[in-house]
């Protein structure tokens, strides 16, 4: 009986990472061939990145203001609270900035994908759609995969630029720090491996919020039940895809660019 | 007659019968529309539709009858490639499309129109972005748009909604905003997923009325699913009017001949004939469901 239910749900995930691969890789390939759907494009890249824009700011400058909180005292005990800025900054931008930026736009939008799709495939749009003769992967996936990986790409900018002033407004208003000191730590050791390492990252964020989002919503079934049940399941998935592709994409850049 | 076997062929006009005025040949002479040969479609458990076969010929009305949960709407997916047989064949305008690639099969998507049980109206776009989906796509002018939606929009008699939104309709306007968004692109194939489901009688009679309409005015080949024997009967004992602009009652004895049925039963075709030879069947579900 368990080895039974064992069998049946590593089929059924076995099943469900194959038709994620195929539908992944179909959505990819839309972008090479027409049609292509550019409006749909810049209404996507509207609604992810300006529509994110305000909590990825405030997340951001948050975090980088417990971040300069948190380091102080620590640093306080080596008599290197100078190094606050540099400690922020590299943070940010390595980790923190692309990371939260993923999960925050991922409870934000791999949500209303996978809720939006659904409906439309519980109310039949999207049958609809393709008897009018409209492909729904050109029309509603691709153009927000590749909107999500865009958008996410600046706004990943936007939170390692708030993060830092974030911990500059904590290091010079509540620890009385120098601000030029902070500013000039966080710049100077800055590395091109750093930022490359946190701008590439939300490039694989962007595409699995996209595509997970809209993955469980295309294949919603059981009514509005369902479509409660696919948001739920694409917010899940791809948070916890976004921490493990970090997880991968730090050890082969940390492989390819070793620390100093 | 030709019962519990389904036939490809549109059966004879019955001796008695009479066409209805209308001016072109029985369906039989020409190269169906659609075809079913031997299909067969299951979902994890028994087959939904098993070793279904039968044809809708050119100008012709097919009729579907059954009850809920016989497979209907799922035989009108299979028409059109929505979904793909487990067995057998489907012939669409003569193409094999039971195997052919998604991209190669909305073309033909292009030729056809489906009317969704309820609607299937996209809610984030207004009714004329709705009614133009197909021609937006085409990148159609927008002048051009704007006079074909209209004139979608006065066949189903509800102009004054061309700026509204799916959501500030009732059922009834969305399932004729559905019929005209079907009928803008001219389909050479009609297919109605019971467009009168859920539907209070005043407002099914409106839908019905359209649908004659399309069937006497355009005479597009059409396939209907319903469960309501009623609407099926008006069908085909109606006419359009062009003159009078409405459906009036064929002359007492006379049906529509090229409208004819098919009836369902736990996914076997049981019925494939005239409006004669339903009511004369002897089979015990079609009497069942009659009565």
Not at chain 1, 50 to 63: E, K, P, Q
């Amino acid at each position: 009986m368990a080895l039974g239910t064992i069998d049946r749900t590593a089929k059924a995930l076995v099943l469900t990472v194959q038709d994620y691969s195929l539908f992944s890789w179909r959505a990819l390939l839309n972008l090479f061939t027409p049609p292509r759907y550019i409006p749909d494009f810049l209404v996507q890249s509207d609604i992810i990145g300006v529509g994110s824009a305000s909590i990825v700011l405030l997340s951001g400058f948050f975090t980088g203001g417990v971040l300069a909180l948190q380091s102080a005292a620590t640093l306080s005990e080596f008599g290197a609270t100078a190094v606050t800025g540099r400690f922020v900054s590299i943070t940010m931008i390595r980790e923190l900035g692309p990371v939260l930026t993923g999960i925050m736009v991922a409870g934000r939008n791999a949500s209303s994908m996978a809720s939006e799709l659904g409906s439309m495939v519980v109310t039949e749009q999207i049958d609809a759609m393709r008897a009018l003769g409209v492909d729904p992967m050109r029309k509603l996936v691709t153009p927000r995969i590749f909107a999500c990986i865009s958008m996410l790409f600046f706004l990943t900018v936007v939170a390692d630029a708030f993060g830092i002033l974030g911990g500059g407004a904590v290091t010079v208003f509540m620890n009385h720090q120098n601000g030029t000191q902070y500013f000039s730590m966080a710049w100077e050791h800055l590395r091109y491996p750093d930022i490359i390492q946190g701008l590439v990252k939300p490039l694989f964020s962007g595409y699995i919020i996209a595509s997970i989002g809209c993955f469980y919503g295309m294949r919603t079934t059981g009514g509005t039940e369902g479509v409660g049940r696919a948001t739920i399941q694409a917010v899940v998935t791809a948070s916890v895809l976004i921490i493990f592709v970090d997880f991968l994409i730090t050890q082969v850049l940390l492989t390819l660019f070793p620390a100093p | 007659m030709n019962e519990s076997a389904a036939s490809s062929q549109t059966p004879p006009i019955e001796p008695g019968q009479t066409l209805s005025g209308r001016d072109f040949a029985p369906a039989v002479e020409a190269r169906p529309v659609v075809a079913f040969r031997d299909v067969s479609i299951a979902f994890d458990g028994p087959p939904v539709l098993d070793n279904i076969s039968f044809s809708v010929g050119p100008g012709e009305t097919r009729i579907l009858l059954g009850p809920a949960g016989v497979g209907k709407s799922v035989l009108l997916k299979l028409v059109n490639g929505l979904l793909r047989p487990d067995r057998g064949s489907v012939l669409l305008f003569g193409e094999e499309i039971s195997n052919m690639p998604e991209e190669m099969l909305f073309p033909l998507r292009t030729r056809t129109g489906m009317v969704f049980q309820e609607g299937a109206l996209f809610d984030s776009l207004s009714v004329r972005d709705n009614v133009a989906y197909q021609l937006i796509q085409e990148r159609v002018p927008d002048d051009l748009i704007d006079r074909r939606v209209h004139e979608a929009l006065r066949f189903v008699e509800l102009d004054e909604t061309f700026d509204h939104y799916p959501s500030s309709l009732s059922g009834g306007m969305r399932r004729r905003v559905a019929i005209a968004r079907a009928l803008i692109h001219e389909p050479e194939l009609l297919l109605y997923d019971s467009p009168t489901g859920g539907l209070d009688p005043v407002t099914s009679t409106t839908i019905i009325e359209l649908i004659v309409k399309e069937r006497d005015v355009y005479r597009s080949p059409s396939l209907l699913v319903t469960h309501r024997l009623q609407d099926a009967f008006t069908m085909c004992t109606h006419r359009f009017d062009a003159e009078q602009n409405r459906m009036v009652p064929l002359p007492k004895g006379e049906t529509d001949s090229n409208t004819t049925f098919l009836m369902l039963e736990e996914g076997r075709l049981i019925f494939d004939g005239s409006l004669h030879d339903l009511v004369h069947s002897q089979n015990q579900f079609v009497r069942e469901f009659l009565e």
